[in-house]
């Protein structure tokens, strides 16, 4: 048994945690906003930093997943995946106005996931999930420029670096780079089982993803198919970034409530983020299920839902510390942060 002694110290830790936290989030909070979908309650919410005031419900129409940002981060697009539907509709959302400005459906595409802008913001890609593709469609009207194969497998996320998109196949359980142009062949390559969170780094040469079945984060040279980095012992690696200046690679681990950063060049782990213990020490005794999260264009916060108590975590990566948590909906899943904020 502890003594009394132990039992303050322990008190006093957690006390100090939250204290410098609440310090440094009232200190150095980004301004911008924070979009997120929520799947179990159809809506996106805008939420205002660094204030953490909702300031815009956007009602989606059937499981909103993911959110892309356009380069001028004036415009995000949540990509509708489907309950019983089909799920091929895209909602536009203008930042500052907080207003949903226009809807187009993707014909004859199903179960559309992961979104991103390419440069110049005309056209989208996207993974169709059901045609086991990676589509380019225009951003005016929906209309499919190209549909790119991925080798098979239900594409589900996808990571731009470079001149070439990556997705991760889940049934596949392997790792596509992809030629947006279409002009270069797509290749394939082996990454372990239920591959579904991707990242590329900034120069498009290597692809990460994570086997959830293994626990397994690897990355892949994009040029020569050669694994450079196995990383074990994750719980379920989930989602996958790569830092700004391309020196980490960011992981969503759901079982442990871990954000993992790896040390991309030496390929072994570097630390950890404890969200589930910040849940904790705030009062939120259920684990929060960490699962997808954003980075801010300089690498320095991340933005992580934890779905299971309907929060948005702020965790200040130098420092790898959650300083707050953010109100979100019912079931926070796909997430975007962009350093525009609304009208006053």
Same mark, same amino acid.
């Given at each position: 048994?502890?003594?009394?002694?132990?039992?303050?110290?322990?008190?006093?830790?957690?006390?100090?945690?939250?204290?410098?936290?609440?310090?440094?989030?009232?200190?150095?909070?980004?301004? &911008?906003?924070?979009?997120?979908?929520?799947?179990?309650?159809?809506?996106?919410?805008?939420?205002?930093?660094?204030?953490?005031?909702?300031?815009?419900?956007?009602?989606?129409?059937?499981?909103?997943?993911?959110?892309?940002?356009?380069?001028?981060?004036?415009?995000?697009?949540?990509?509708?995946?489907?309950?019983?539907?089909?799920?091929?509709?895209?909602? *536009?959302?203008?930042?500052?106005?907080?207003?949903?400005?226009?809807?187009?459906?993707?014909?004859?595409?199903?179960?559309?996931?992961?979104?991103?802008?390419?440069?110049?913001?005309?056209?989208?890609?996207?993974?169709?999930?059901?045609?086991?593709?990676?589509?380019?469609?225009?951003?005016?009207?929906?209309?499919?420029?190209?549909?790119?194969?991925?080798?098979?497998?239900?594409?589900?996320?996808?990571?731009?670096?470079?001149?070439?998109? +990556?997705?991760?196949?889940?049934? &596949?359980?392997?790792?596509?780079?992809?030629?947006?142009?279409?002009?270069?062949?797509?290749?394939?390559?082996?990454?372990?089982?239920?591959?579904?969170?991707?990242?590329?780094?900034?120069?498009?040469?290597?692809?990460?993803?994570?086997?959830?079945?293994? &626990?397994?984060?690897?990355?892949?040279?994009?040029?020569?198919?050669?694994?450079?980095?196995?990383?074990?012992?994750?719980?379920?690696?989930?989602?996958?970034?790569?830092?700004?200046?391309?020196?980490?690679?960011?992981?969503?681990?759901?079982?442990?409530?871990?954000?993992?950063?790896?040390?991309?060049?030496?390929?072994?782990?570097?630390?950890?983020? /404890?969200?589930?213990?910040?849940?904790?020490?705030?009062?939120?005794?259920?684990?929060?299920?960490?699962?997808?999260?954003?980075?801010?264009?300089?690498?320095? +916060?991340?933005?992580?839902?934890?779905?299971?108590? /309907?929060?948005?975590?702020?965790?200040?990566?130098?420092?790898?510390?959650?300083?707050?948590?953010?109100?979100?909906?019912?079931?926070?899943?796909?997430?975007? *942060?962009?350093?525009?904020?609304?009208?006053?």
């Amino acid at each position: 048994m502890k003594s009394h002694a132990a039992h303050g110290r322990v008190v006093t830790a957690v006390v100090l945690l939250v204290a410098s936290a609440v310090q440094l989030a009232a200190q150095e909070l980004p301004s &911008g906003t924070v979009i997120v979908s929520n799947m179990d309650g159809s809506d996106a919410w805008l939420v205002d930093l660094p204030s953490g005031d909702r300031r815009s419900v956007v009602p989606a129409r059937s499981a909103p997943h993911e959110v892309a940002v356009t380069s001028d981060d004036a415009t995000v697009v949540v990509t509708n995946y489907g309950g019983p539907g089909v799920g091929n509709l895209l909602q *536009f959302i203008d930042v500052r106005s907080g207003e949903l400005t226009r809807e187009i459906t993707v014909e004859g595409r199903e179960r559309l996931h992961g979104a991103a802008f390419l440069p110049g913001d005309s056209l989208l890609v996207l993974t169709s999930e059901r045609t086991e593709e990676v589509i380019v469609v225009s951003a005016a009207d929906g209309a499919v420029r190209r549909a790119l194969s991925t080798g098979g497998g239900a594409p589900h996320m996808l990571a731009l670096g470079g001149d070439w998109v +990556w997705a991760a196949n889940i049934t &596949g359980g392997s790792v596509a780079r992809i030629d947006p142009r279409g002009e270069a062949e797509t290749v394939t390559w082996s990454a372990g089982t239920r591959t579904e969170g991707v990242a590329a780094t900034p120069d498009g040469r290597e692809g990460w993803t994570g086997s959830m079945d293994t &626990g397994t984060v690897v990355g892949v040279d994009g040029e020569t198919g050669r694994v450079v980095a196995r990383i074990e012992g994750l719980g379920v690696p989930y989602r996958l970034a790569v830092t700004p200046d391309g020196s980490t690679v960011v992981v969503s681990d759901p079982e442990r409530d871990h954000l993992v950063l790896i040390d991309r060049r030496a390929g072994a782990v570097a630390g950890t983020v /404890d969200i589930g213990a910040a849940a904790r020490a705030l009062g939120h005794p259920t684990p929060p299920s960490a699962q997808g999260f954003t980075l801010s264009p300089d690498g320095v +916060w991340a933005f992580v839902s934890t779905k299971a108590i /309907d929060r948005v975590a702020v965790v200040h990566l130098p420092t790898r510390r959650v300083v707050r948590f953010l109100e979100a909906g019912d079931g926070p899943d796909g997430i975007a *942060f962009t350093p525009v904020r609304g009208h006053p």
